[in-house]
């Protein structure tokens, strides 16, 4: 439902989500590694396994909290834009072995850390 309270949760997060991710990039991705956006795109993996494991265990919390934190915190954080244009930059310079583990890690990373969430709060429970 739209309201003016979660449209403005969903900027506010986004905003700083981005902002996170601007910052990430500007001080790890100088080199040969994009370090800053893969860090970006593991911590949201992880960031959201403890956000829907946390809403799951509390039903009652307000859609403004679910909208900020992972619609727009989370939206903003990660990039799967970023990730892929990177990762076909590496196939343009011929660096084969690297777009393939980059986008490998990436994946597998996202995915165990997200599991990895959920853990953490189910096992906080």
């Excluded at 939206?75 to 970023?82: D, E, K, V």
């Amino acid at each position: 439902m739209f309201s003016t309270g979660n449209f403005l949760a969903i900027g506010i997060g986004a905003a700083l989500g981005a902002w996170l991710r601007w910052v990430l990039g500007l001080f790890f991705n100088a080199g040969g590694w994009p370090w800053g956006t893969m860090a970006a795109n593991l911590a949201g993996g992880y960031l959201i396994g403890v956000m829907v494991a946390l809403i799951a265990a509390h039903p009652d919390w307000p859609a403004w909290i679910r909208l900020a934190c992972i619609t727009g915190f989370l939206g903003g954080l990660t990039t799967f834009s970023t990730f892929s244009a990177e990762t076909v930059a590496f196939v343009e310079e011929g660096a084969y072995g690297m777009a393939l583990a980059y986008a490998g890690a990436s994946l597998a990373g996202s995915m165990l850390l997200t599991a990895a969430g959920l853990c953490t709060v189910r096992s906080l429970a």
